[in-house]
């Protein structure tokens, strides 16, 4: 058990919890008659469940380990953007048959859990399609729209301690030995170093407000025209990592995971930046912390599962799903240096919003 920050409920296995209990909930709290489905997840225990009249819902056991209020803070933030902006593309709070926007479950033997039921969103997972050149703008596009709903959303347990916080990034150094290879170790520590000398000092002194930090693949819902390109964001999905941090945070972490596997490896970076940038312009202070916030990121996806991964081998695909194209994008990342990456990336914004 590493001494990192927020650790607690990544290394703790939510109880088992059957389809048939699953409906039994929906059918008691819920008033609705469903077939479960089980869905893997990284600490809850989530279903899919498909009403009776046809509707779709994502029902959540929260892990118990999980503090309420950090439950409380991710369900009032969902119910805030869906009043700041009702066509925003993110699940809705389905409340009980009592009005509550969620309730604590007893469980025999064992620590009650909170229970939530959203809206399943439709749309394909962006990690199972091929991605076009104009998504990484769009979702750009779209991820900025999820930033301005939340920009005046405040919640007393917003700056509660976070594992996958960049803020923090520097206290996943006891877990670093979970990475096999020499080569890569020493890779890790050097993004680490320049992240606690160069970075975080500025970081300290840039906007700050809640973010959903967690913009991958798989919480990415895409579509498109029947016979065109999966080009269009259909779905913001999973607010478990939300908290509140540097607004640059959020791009950093949803740039990591568009980055080019040949040519240009910035290109990808550069368009999904911009997309963003042309909703919510940013700051050359924060364009100038980015490129070390997207290596952050990768360093995250790669020391983080190698050591929850010796926790649940049994869970070991899904937890090292986004590394090999971390290590990927460390590995390229060796050629641009911060400071050439950053000018490149402000150029090329200056030219998007150039009249």
């Excluded at 917003?158 to 990475?179: C, K, N």
């Excluded at 520590?189 to 840039?206: H, K, S, Y």
């Excluded at 999966?230 to 509140?244: K, N």
């Excluded at 899904?318 to 194209?325: A, T, V």
Aim: aromatic share 6%; charged share 20%; glycine share 8%.
């Amino acid at each position: 058990m590493p001494s990192s920050i927020g650790a607690s409920v990544l290394s703790t296995k939510a109880p088992p919890v059957s389809a048939r209990q699953a409906q039994a909930i929906a059918q008691q709290y819920y008033g609705l008659t469903v077939i479960a489905r089980p869905l893997i997840g990284e600490r809850d225990s989530n279903f899919h469940l498909r009403a009776a009249d046809g509707g779709d819902y994502l029902l959540k056991l929260v892990n118990p380990a999980e503090d309420e209020a950090v439950t409380d803070f991710q369900t009032r933030a969902l119910l805030h953007m869906a009043a700041r902006d009702p066509s925003l593309p993110v699940p809705r709070v389905v409340e009980t048959a009592r009005g509550e926007p969620y309730f604590r479950l007893a469980q025999r033997g064992g620590a009650s859990r909170i229970v939530r039921l959203l809206t399943y969103l439709p749309g394909t997972p962006l990690a199972n399609v091929e991605r076009s050149p104009t998504l990484p703008r769009n979702l750009g596009l779209g991820l900025a729209r999820l930033d301005l709903a939340l920009s005046d959303f405040s919640h007393a347990a917003s700056s509660h301690e976070l594992l996958w916080d960049i803020s923090h990034a520097t206290r996943l150094r006891p877990l670093i030995g979970h990475v096999e290879d020499g080569e890569r170790r020493a890779l890790v520590g050097q993004v680490l170093d320049r992240l606690e000398i160069a970075v975080l000092p500025r970081l300290a002194t840039l906007r700050r407000q809640v973010v959903h930090n967690d913009f991958n693949p798989s919480n990415i819902l895409v579509t498109g025209s029947a016979d065109g390109p999966q080009d269009r964001l259909a779905g913001i999905i999973d607010f478990g990592d939300m908290v509140e941090a540097p607004l640059i945070q959020e791009v950093g972490v949803a740039a990591s995971y568009h980055v080019a596997e040949e040519g240009d490896f910035l290109a990808p970076i550069k368009l999904f930046t911009a997309g963003y940038h042309a909703v919510l312009p940013l700051q050359e202070g924060e364009i100038a912390c980015l490129f070390d916030l997207v290596l952050a990121r990768m360093v995250q996806s790669v020391v983080i599962p190698a050591w929850r991964s010796t926790l649940e081998p049994d869970n070991r695909d899904y937890i090292l799903r986004n590394g090999g194209r971390a290590w990927m994008g460390l590995s390229r990342a060796q050629a641009v240096s911060p400071a050439q990456a950053a000018e490149e990336i402000h150029l090329y914004l200056s030219r998007e919003r150039a009249p």
